[in-house]
Structure formats: structure tokens, C-alpha cells
């Protein structure tokens, strides 16, 4: 079974940085891709950045060019450089896996970006 373990979240002023991570354990047989959605109180979650492989990455219209998103292979960790941080940025981040078996998902973790 896969497990995520997310870490990183935390309060941050408007124009900060936060940069989370997401490390996989387990029976991890493939990796399609890993990423980061969230969710905001009263809205649906959506997907903020994935990573496919070196060379193919997704962003949210509405982060790109602030955020980053990396992996690092032989530890089965991707991370999230969040950078000009917005109130708007405020919500629960989680971290996924989607797999063989299909989506394997983290706890999540708070990121709350003050103005």
C-alpha cells in the first residue's frame, strides 16, 4: 500500500514563499504523476501542479509563473516552491499519486497567506 506523507504548510504574508513536500512509501510499482491540488473552504478542489515526468509539467492558469514544481525520483518526493504568495493562495493543499491502481492521496496540509 502507498502512503504520502505532505509537510511544509504553514501562515505566510501576502508576496512570501512556502515550499511543501510530498514523500511516497510503500508498494510504489509506477508514478503516472504527482502533483497538488487543493481546496479552499466553499470551493471545489482543483488542481494546482503536476508533474509527469522531467519535461512535462501542469499548472493552474492561475499560478503559473509563481509556482514550481519538482520531484526528486530515487526519494519518491515532489515539492512545490510557492513563491508571491496571495491570500487567495490560502486553502488545504494535498499532495497525490496517481498510479497502476489509481490515485493515492495525502492528508493534506494548511497553507494560510495573509494580506
Known amino acids: 500500500q502507498v502512503q504520502l506523507v505532505e509537510s511544509g504548510g504553514g501562515l505566510v504574508q501576502a508576496g512570501g514563499s512556502l515550499r511543501l513536500s510530498c514523500a511516497a512509501s510503500?508498494?510504489?510499482?509506477?508514478?503516472?504523476?504527482m502533483g497538488w491540488y487543493r481546496q479552499a473552504p466553499g470551493r471545489q478542489r482543483e488542481l494546482v501542479a503536476r508533474i509527469i515526468s522531467a519535461d512535462r509539467t501542469d499548472y493552474a492558469d492561475s499560478v503559473k509563473g509563481r509556482f514550481t514544481i519538482s520531484r526528486e525520483n530515487a526519494k519518491n518526493t515532489v515539492y512545490l516552491q510557492m513563491n508571491s504568495l496571495k491570500p487567495e493562495d490560502t486553502a488545504v493543499y494535498f499532495c497525490?499519486?496517481?498510479?497502476?491502481?489509481?490515485?493515492?492521496w495525502g492528508q493534506g496540509t494548511q497553507v494560510t497567506v495573509s494580506s
Open positions: 510503500g508498494s510504489i510499482f509506477s508514478i503516472n504523476a
Open positions: 497525490f499519486l496517481a498510479g497502476i491502481k489509481g490515485y493515492v
